[in-house]
């Protein structure tokens, strides 16, 4: 039971990454109908300017103090990830609007290239380390419940709760500025809204721009652990069968979407691994997604897909 | 109609065409609207009246054609800009965002005269939260103007027909435009909306002094309410002028006749 218990929790924690990393996704999806392939390429994007930008600060400025050298790293590299999405907006989507969703599909696949390709040139393609001063050591948990506690590991702990923490910003941000309530309204009728005055470039940037912090933040939680690397894009795309999961227009499908992918990775790998090999934990989400969309094709909160006539 | 005047031409369309690959749901179309006043577009179904309006606020753009707005040309208008113009509109099919409640569809009309900008409602005081409450002011306003105090907070796609119409009404009068261009504004209504919506209209022309470009089927309703009435038929115009005029112009009762309605 306790073994089940911290196998659980491991999951839900690993999962709220990827229910933040869902959120940047389907917040571009709503408020664009862009199925952005380049979420992965953004994490691994943001993770490299992290890494070379904490690397490198110091050489610049001549400071000796790893906070500092991290908050402005981490500064500089929300300023990277704004100059993408204004870069991704001026040279790609505004001159797709109204284009076929495959087409716009297509787009983000070079967009994916294109940061790839960038980020090795710019920033290597080497493995860089994050160092932010995560706790590495496991602690002990519930031992007065169960015999010899459950074990939980700290850094899982302590990413999932800054994860949560800015994806329940994220939320109150969206449910009570006009910012928000303007990204809804681009999000329910783009014709309605830019007639009675929302700029939909705009909220497109801010969107991407919202992705970017999300992308970054994931970037440096999966960096400092796995180091900041060309896999980290694979590691993101999983957040994909998690917006199928979740639905790809629902925010809370999103996080719950995550939580379920990052448990049942977790389940399976420890109760399941055994029995069909090592590895399950990269196809499991993929599978799931795909069985669940056999049943219920707009996923757990989508919104059935009428077409307008 | 009391003591409004109508003043300069304000909206002065010349020459449009649009087609829609071999469909040409507008041929050559011109018409001016003046300042203050309600200008009707009549006709019978698919005559190209929707699409006219579309072609006003810059969501269709025509092939031909020129759109002298207060002077200025504006051939490159899109919607946004349109607003920016101070051009709002109703949808013929209602279009409010579904999932937000009157209140807030009303809010987001005000979007244009916010000015707080990103950073300082991510922060969430001071002058982002003094500007809200600024503008839930004006729209609290326009709400009890419309008479829907009572469906304030509920969400839009729960209300019946004519009261979404309502708010979408709303909507367009919490940008306070100068032109407010409304697509059939009373489909679908029954006898007591429909006067309480011509009522809306003729009050927000007078005391607001909104031009009112105006789409109705109905010509009993439009020739009580508008001061001029331009009327197509299957894209092309086939009558201008007062409501008398119009009524008495052969063509247009032929084609009220021949149509089956
Ligand atoms: N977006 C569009 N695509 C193709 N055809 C259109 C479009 N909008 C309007 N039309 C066509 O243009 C003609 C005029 O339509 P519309 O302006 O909606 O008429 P009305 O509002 O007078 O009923 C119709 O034949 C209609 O099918
Ligand atoms: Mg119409």
Redo the contacts with the bound molecule.
């Keep these: 039971m306790a073994f089940f218990l911290e196998t659980l929790l491991g999951g839900l924690m690993s999962g709220m990454l990827y229910s933040l990393v869902a959120l940047g996704f389907v917040l571009i999806f709503k408020a664009s109908g862009v199925f952005n392939f380049a979420q992965g390429a953004m994490v691994l994007f943001a993770a490299l300017s992290m890494a070379r930008f904490s690397e490198w600060i110091p050489q610049w400025l001549g400071i000796d103090n790893l906070f500092m050298a991290n908050v402005l790293a981490f500064a500089v590299s929300i300023l990277v990830m704004f100059a993408v999405a204004w870069l991704v907006e001026r040279l790609v989507l505004r001159h797709l609007v109204n284009q076929e969703g495959a087409t716009l599909l297509m787009a983000t696949l070079g967009i994916a290239y294109v940061l790839d390709g960038v980020g090795q040139t710019v920033f290597g393609s080497g493995i860089y380390k994050i160092d932010v001063g995560m706790p590495k050591e496991p602690v002990m948990m519930l031992e007065s419940v169960f015999e010899g506690g459950i074990l939980i590991n700290k850094e899982d702990f302590v990413a999932a709760f800054i994860s949560a923490l800015l994806v329940v910003a994220l939320s109150i941000f969206f449910q009570k500025t006009s910012t928000g309530r303007a990204l809804r309204a681009v999000a329910d009728d783009h014709q309605a809204a830019q007639s009675i005055g929302i700029p939909l470039n705009r909220i497109w940037v801010i969107v991407w721009c919202v992705a970017g912090i999300t992308a970054l933040v994931a970037g440096v939680i999966w960096g400092s652990k796995l180091g900041a690397q060309f896999s980290l894009s694979t590691v993101a795309l999983r957040a994909l069968p998690v917006v199928i999961l979740g639905g790809l227009t629902s925010v809370p499908g999103a996080i719950i979407g995550g939580l379920i992918i990052g448990v049942g990775e977790k389940l399976s790998e420890v109760y399941l691994g055994p029995y069909v090999g090592g590895g399950i934990e990269i196809w499991f989400a993929y599978m799931l997604a795909l069985v669940f969309l056999l049943f219920r094709p707009q996923g757990l909160f989508g919104e059935k897909i009428i077409d307008r006539v | 109609m009391s003591g409004r005047k109508i003043g300069e031409v304000i909206l002065d369309l010349k020459n449009i065409s ?4 071999g ?4 041929q050559n179309i011109s018409f001016d609207v003046r300042e203050h006043e309600i200008r009707a ?1 009549i ?12 072609v006003i606020n810059g969501v ?1 753009r025509p092939q031909e054609g020129d759109i002298i707005l207060r002077g200025v040309h504006h051939a490159n208008m899109d919607s946004y800009g349109a607003a920016k113009a101070g051009l709002a509109r109703t949808f ?1 099919n209602i279009a409010l965002f579904k999932g937000m409640s009157v209140l807030d569809n009303i809010m987001t009309g005000r979007n244009l005269k916010m000015k707080a900008n990103m950073l300082q409602q991510a922060i969430w005081f001071g002058v982002a939260q003094r500007e809200e409450l600024a503008h839930r002011l004006k729209v609290e306003e326009i709400i009890d103007f419309l008479e829907i105090q009572h469906i304030r907070k509920t969400p839009v796609g729960r209300l019946p027909y004519g009261l979404q119409k309502r708010v979408d009404l709303a909507r367009a009068l919490a940008m306070e435009p100068q032109i407010l261009l409304l ?2 504004p009373m489909a679908g209504m029954n006898v007591e909306e429909k006067q309480d919506m011509c009522r809306f209209i003729l009050d927000v022309n007078d005391q607001f002094g909104t031009t009112v470009v105006l ?1 109705e ?1 109905d010509m009993g309703v439009v020739m009580d309410i508008s001061d001029r009435v331009v009327v ?1 038929d299957y ?1 092309k115009k086939i009558g201008d002028g007062t409501p008398d005029e119009v009524r008495a112009n052969p063509d247009v009762i032929s084609a009220y006749l021949g149509a089956s309605h």
């Design positions: 649009l087609s829609f690959g469909v040409k749901a507008l577009i006709g019978p179904n698919g005559a190209g009246k929707s699409s006219m309006l579309n269709y013929q697509d059939e789409i089927h197509l894209g």
